[in-house]
C-alpha cells in the first residue's frame, strides 16, 4: 500500500486506547474498547473453515475464554481454601502495598518471584532497567520497545485482570493500572508450532486484503497471515501459550496490532 | 505401691509428663487420685467450655501451667462468628481469686482482652511463661503491662495473633533487670518496633534460644541482633524485599555462620532470594522451615534438607490465575518427601495431585505424624487419570502408620473413608472438605478410627444417619464440627436429648436467629453449621445470640 493512503488509515485505526474527538485519550474502561490478550483467547468453537476464519477470527477476537477450572462457586466458598485468615490478612496487606506500587514480576523459567516498585520507576525505560538488573537479563529495555527478534517480551496483567503488552499505554496509566509483570519468552510461541515471521491482523478485517495467506490442518485453520507494510515502524512480539500481541513503536503508540495462533495438535 | 508414704508416689508421678498418662494415674485409685491432682502442675484443657475454672481449680490446687484452647479450628477460616466465645477473662479471674501460683498461661483461639493481660501480670508474682496463639482481642497495651509487671517472665510467645499494634513502647516496658527471656516472639505484631530497645533486650538475655521479629525489623538490625545472640536455636526473620548490598550481605552470612545452634527458621514474608542464600549455610541442619510467607519461594523448587521436620506450604497468591511457570504440583511434594527423610509434619498447598504421587511420598515418608494436604480447587481429581484421589490418600494412611492428623482435600469417595477408618489407627484429628458421597463414609471414620478426638467437616454429603448412628462415641472425642452437610435440626435435637452430657450449638447467623422458635416442620431443614463438644459443666452461659445450645 502507499505510504499516503497507509498515513490516513493508520489515523483512522486508532486501534489502542479509544480517543475522543479532540484525539485525547479515553480512560480505557470496558473490555469491547481494550484490545487484550485475553480477547484473544480462542474458544475451542473455533470455527474451523479457513475461509470464514478471517471473518470468524474477529468473531474470536472478542470470545470468552474457556475457563477448565472448578466452578467458581466453590472455590470461592466462604473460608476455601483453608488459610486462616490472619494469613489472608497478610496477602491483602500485600495487595495493598501494590498501591505504594510494589508489583510482582515473574520470568518464565526462573523458580521465584520478584518485586518492583512502579512507584519510584520513572519510565519504561528506566523500569526495563530494573528488571535487567533483577533478573540478569540484558535487553529487555529493547524488547519494551521494539526489537521483534529479542528472545522476551514483557507482558503485564492489568486491573480488569486481562494480559496487555507493556508499553503499550501511556506511563502513568500503566503505573495505575499494572498489577503485576510477566517476562515471557518469545520462542514459547515456537514450542506450539509457530513460525517467527511477522503476521498482522488489524481490527478491520473487513479488508481481506491483507490476508495473504492461511495454513489449516485437520480442516482447522492454524495460522492465517496479514501483511501489511508500514513504514518507520518497528514491531515487538510478545507470546503467550495462547497468542501473539504484535505492538508498534513510538512512531503508532496507539497502534496495538494482534495475532493468535492455536496450539497445534 | 502401696506401701510407700505419698511423698515416694508423689515424686515417681514427677516423672509422669504426658497428660494422657498423668490421667489414667488418676483413674488407678482413690489415693493415686488424691495424689495426683495434688501434685499436678501442668493440666491441658483442650475445649476450654468442657470445664469451669471453679472446677479446675478444685481439682488441681497446685496448678502452675494451663493451656486452653477456645474457638474451634475452623474458626481460623471465618466459619465461625466473631462473637462466638472463648473468653480466657473469667479464667484468669477466678485463678487470680483462688492465688493459684500460676507460671504459665498458654491460649490458642481465645478472646484475651488488655484487662485480662494486666490482670494476669498484677496476680501471679511467680509468672514465667504466655504463649498466645491466634488469639484477639488485645492491643500492645497489653503486652507492656506484662512486660512491666512480670519480673520473672521468661517467655513471651506471639504466633499469629490479632493484635492491635499502638505503636507504643512495649519493648521499652522490660524493666534493665529483666535478663531471663528464653523465648520471644512478636512476629504478628503490624507496626514499627523500637529497635534500639529490642537489641538492648536481646544482648542482655543470654538464656534467649528463640527469637522471632516481626516484618518491621530491617536486614541491619536483624544482622546486629543474631551477632550478639549467636546462641539462638530458632529463628523469625522479618521481611527483606529488597537486594542487600554487599556489605550488609557479607555482615549477615558473617552473624549466620556464628548462630551454629540454629535450629528452626521462620518468617520471610517477602523475601530477596539473594537473602534466602545468605541462610543457606546453616541450612542442613534445619529440622524446621516455615517458609509460609515467602511468597516468592516456589515449590517446585528442589528442597533437600535431610534433617527437615516440619514444613509447611502456603498458596503464595490465593487469587492468583493459572500460572503454570509458579503453580505448586504434587512435583514438588514427591521431591520433598525423597529429599527429607525425617520429615513427619507436612501442611501443603498445592494446584494439583497424582495418586501415583501420593503412594510414593508414603513410600519415601512412612513417619508422617501429621500429613495435611490442600488442593486449591475442591473435588479435583488426579490430573493425570482424571480418577478420585481415594488410593493416593489410602496409601497414606496405610505406610504412615503413627498419623495423628490428617486433611484431605480433591476429589474423594466414600472410599477413602473406608480406608481411614481401616488402618488410621492413631488418627486423632482428621479435617474433611467436600468429599465422600454418603452417610457410610463418615460412618466408616467414626467406627474406624478408635481414637479420633477431633473431626471437622464441611460441605460433604453426611447427615443424620451419620451423626446419630453411635451416639457414644462422642464421649471419647473432644469435638466434632459440621459445616453446610445433611445434617438437619431435627437430627440435631434428637442428639443433644440422647445426649446430655453434650453440648450441641447450632449456628446460625441468619436473621432469624431462634431456632427454638420454629415449628417442628422446620425440623427438616438442614443446619448450616453444626459444633458439639462433650461438657461436663452443661450448657455455657456466654453464647451470643447466633449460637443456640440445644
Known amino acids: 500500500m502507499a505510504k499516503e493512503g497507509l498515513g490516513l488509515e493508520i489515523t483512522e485505526l486508532r486501534l489502542g486506547l479509544p480517543v475522543d474527538n479532540n484525539g485525547e485519550r479515553l480512560v480505557s474502561g470496558s473490555k469491547k474498547t481494550k484490545r487484550v490478550f ?169 479488508n481481506r486484503t491483507w490476508l495473504t495467506s492461511t495454513t489449516s490442518r485437520n480442516g482447522k485453520m492454524i495460522k492465517a497471515v496479514y501483511t501489511q507494510r508500514f513504514t518507520d515502524c518497528s514491531v515487538a512480539v510478545a507470546a503467550t501459550r495462547h497468542v501473539i500481541v504484535v505492538a508498534a513503536s513510538d512512531s503508532y503508540d496507539h497502534l496495538i496490532i494482534r495475532h493468535k495462533w492455536e496450539k497445534l495438535g | 505401691m502401696n506401701y510407700f508414704p505419698d511423698e515416694v508416689i508423689e515424686h515417681i508421678f514427677d516423672f509422669i509428663a504426658s497428660h494422657k498418662d498423668r490421667n489414667s494415674i488418676s483413674l488407678v485409685s482413690k489415693s493415686w487420685h488424691k495424689i495426683e491432682r495434688c501434685s499436678r502442675k501442668r493440666v491441658f484443657i483442650g475445649n476450654c467450655y468442657a470445664i469451669n475454672p471453679e472446677r479446675l481449680i478444685q481439682r488441681f490446687p497446685s496448678l502452675r501451667s494451663l493451656t486452653l484452647k477456645g474457638k474451634p479450628h475452623f474458626a481460623d477460616f471465618n466459619l465461625v462468628p466473631h462473637e462466638w466465645g472463648g473468653f480466657v477473662h473469667p479464667w484468669i479471674v477466678a485463678l487470680a481469686k483462688a492465688r493459684v501460683g500460676l507460671e504459665e498461661l498458654r491460649l490458642k483461639r481465645m478472646v484475651v482482652s488488655d484487662e485480662s493481660l494486666e490482670l494476669l501480670s498484677r496476680s501471679f508474682s511467680s509468672f514465667k511463661s504466655l504463649v498466645l496463639v491466634s488469639c484477639e482481642g488485645f492491643t500492645t497495651d497489653g503486652l507492656a503491662s506484662v512486660a512491666a509487671n512480670c519480673r520473672h517472665l521468661r517467655e513471651l510467645d506471639l504466633q499469629e495473633n490479632e493484635i492491635d499494634d499502638h505503636r507504643g513502647q512495649w519493648l521499652n516496658c522490660f524493666p534493665e533487670s529483666s535478663t531471663a527471656l528464653t523465648s520471644l516472639n512478636f512476629s504478628c505484631l503490624k507496626g514499627e518496633t523500637n529497635l534500639a530497645a ?62 551454629t545452634e540454629l535450629r528452626s527458621l521462620s518468617g520471610f514474608s517477602e523475601v530477596a532470594p539473594l537473602c534466602l542464600t545468605a541462610f543457606y549455610p546453616i541450612c542442613q541442619n534445619l529440622t524446621s522451615l516455615n517458609l509460609s510467607y515467602a511468597a516468592e519461594i516456589q515449590g517446585n523448587h528442589l528442597i533437600s534438607y535431610f534433617e527437615l521436620q516440619e514444613l509447611r506450604v502456603f498458596p503464595s497468591d490465593l487469587h492468583d490465575e493459572e500460572d503454570n511457570d509458579t503453580a505448586v504440583t504434587e512435583i514438588g511434594l514427591v521431591a520433598i518427601s525423597a529429599g527429607c527423610p525425617k520429615l513427619h509434619s507436612i501442611l501443603y498447598f498445592c494446584k494439583q495431585m497424582t495418586n501415583a504421587a501420593l503412594i510414593t511420598v508414603a513410600k519415601n515418608c512412612p513417619n508422617f505424624i501429621r500429613f495435611r494436604l490442600c488442593i486449591l480447587e475442591p473435588n479435583k481429581p488426579d490430573h493425570t487419570t482424571s480418577q478420585s484421589l481415594d488410593e493416593g490418600f489410602g496409601a497414606i494412611v496405610q505406610a504412615c502408620k503413627g498419623l495423628r492428623r490428617l486433611s484431605v482435600s480433591g476429589l474423594l469417595t466414600d472410599k477413602v473413608f473406608l480406608y481411614i477408618g481401616m488402618y488410621a489407627e492413631q488418627l486423632e484429628m482428621l479435617s474433611i472438605a467436600f468429599a465422600g458421597d454418603t452417610d457410610k463414609g463418615m460412618l466408616y471414620v467414626l467406627n474406624g478410627c478408635k481414637k479420633m478426638r477431633k473431626l471437622e467437616i464441611r460441605d460433604s454429603p453426611f447427615g443424620n444417619a451419620a451423626l446419630l448412628a453411635d451416639v457414644d462415641k462422642y464421649r471419647t472425642m473432644r469435638s466434632l464440627w459440621m459445616s453446610s452437610c445433611e445434617v438437619t435440626l431435627g437430627g440435631c435435637k434428637r442428639l443433644a436429648r440422647n445426649a446430655p452430657w453434650l453440648n450441641v450449638e447450632i449456628i446460625n447467623e441468619n436473621e432469624n436467629n431462634d431456632v427454638m422458635e420454629r415449628n417442628e416442620e422446620d425440623e427438616r431443614e438442614k443446619v448450616d453449621r453444626l459444633y458439639l463438644y462433650r461438657t461436663v459443666v452443661g450448657a455455657r452461659k456466654d453464647a451470643p445470640p447466633c449460637v443456640t445450645i440445644l
Open chain 1, 38 to 206: 485475553s480477547e484473544m483467547m480462542i474458544s475451542s468453537s473455533l470455527d474451523t473453515d479457513g475461509a470464514n476464519s478471517v471473518v470468524s477470527s474477529v468473531d474470536i477476537v472478542t470470545g470468552e475464554v474457556e475457563d477448565d477450572s472448578v466452578p467458581k462457586d466453590k472455590s470461592q466458598a466462604v473460608g476455601w481454601p483453608p488459610v486462616c485468615s490472619y494469613r489472608t490478612k497478610k496477602n491483602n496487606n500485600k495487595e495493598s502495598s501494590k498501591a505504594i506500587g510494589y508489583v510482582k514480576v515473574s520470568m518464565c523459567g526462573v523458580p521465584y518471584l520478584r518485586k518492583v516498585d512502579l512507584g519510584t520507576s520513572k519510565g519504561y525505560t528506566h523500569l526495563a532497567t530494573v528488571l535487567e538488573k533483577l533478573f540478569d537479563c540484558l535487553g529487555l529495555g529493547v524488547a519494551l520497545k521494539e526489537g521483534e527478534k529479542f528472545e522476551y517480551v514483557i507482558i503485564y496483567e492489568d486491573k480488569d485482570r486481562d494480559w496487555m503488552l507493556v508499553g503499550d499505554v501511556p506511563w502513568e496509566m500503566f503505573k495505575e493500572s499494572c498489577m503485576r509483570l510477566r517476562i515471557v519468552k518469545r520462542s514459547d510461541a515456537t514450542g506450539f508450532g509457530l513460525q517467527r515471521d511477522l503476521s498482522l491482523q488489524l481490527e478491520h478485517l473487513h
Open chain 2, 198 to 259: 529490642l537489641e538492648r533486650l536481646v544482648a542482655r538475655s543470654p538464656n534467649l534460644e528463640s527469637l522471632k521479629v516481626n516484618r518491621a525489623v530491617p536486614l541491619d538490625a536483624l544482622t546486629r541482633l543474631m551477632s550478639c545472640a549467636p546462641q539462638l536455636v530458632d529463628l523469625g526473620v522479618g521481611s527483606y524485599e529488597n537486594e542487600p548490598d554487599q556489605e550488609s550481605f557479607m555482615k549477615l552470612m558473617a552473624a549466620i555462620k556464628k548462630c
